[in-house]
């Protein structure tokens, strides 16, 4: 019974990038209220790029192949480029999911991008929405 892809299998069995980053940078925790399920992720920013980004997964095998391949995906990335990163391309590089664990890929970007906003708000840069241009201006 095929329920999961062979590239979820595989990051499950060998997830990447497992643990916490000390003196993180951001740090963005996301629950599943349904599952009670749990991401915590931690990064570190250099030169306005993910330099590194680990996590903690509390979680059924779909959120830690989630996980695993969101930090393979986000790693080197600028933050914009992170920010953009959507759930269901994260679903898409796994080969898609199995319709009733979807809700499990949910996790994982959300949880990136709450580090990453919480870097920002750290540093007090605005949010950006929609928009490629960055200022480098305002203090
Ligand atoms: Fe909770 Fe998958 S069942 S994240």
Same mark, same amino acid.
């Given at each position: ?7 979820? &299998?595989?990051? /499950? *069995?060998?997830?990447? $990038?497992? =643990?916490?980053? +000390? ?14 399920? &749990?991401?915590? /992720? *931690?990064?570190?920013? $250099?030169? =306005?790029?993910? +330099? ?27 933050? +914009? ?59």
């Amino acid at each position: 019974m095929p329920m999961y892809s062979e590239e979820v &299998m595989e990051h /499950f *069995t060998n997830p990447r $990038n497992i =643990g916490e980053i +000390e003196n993180p940078d951001g740090i963005g925790e996301e629950g599943n209220p349904v599952c009670g399920d &749990m991401m915590k /992720f *931690t990064i570190k920013v $250099n030169d =306005g790029k993910l +330099e590194d980004v680990k996590y903690f997964t509390f979680g059924c095998g779909a959120a830690i192949a989630v996980s695993s391949m969101v930090s393979e995906m986000a790693k080197g990335k600028t933050l +914009e480029e992170a920010l953009n990163i959507t759930n269901k391309q994260v679903a898409e590089a796994l080969g898609g999911l199995p319709g009733n664990k979807m809700h499990c890929s949910n996790l994982g970007a959300d949880a990136l991008h709450k580090a990453i906003q919480d870097y920002m708000e750290k540093q007090g840069i605005q949010p950006k929405e929609q928009s490629s241009e960055r200022s480098a201006g305002n203090e």
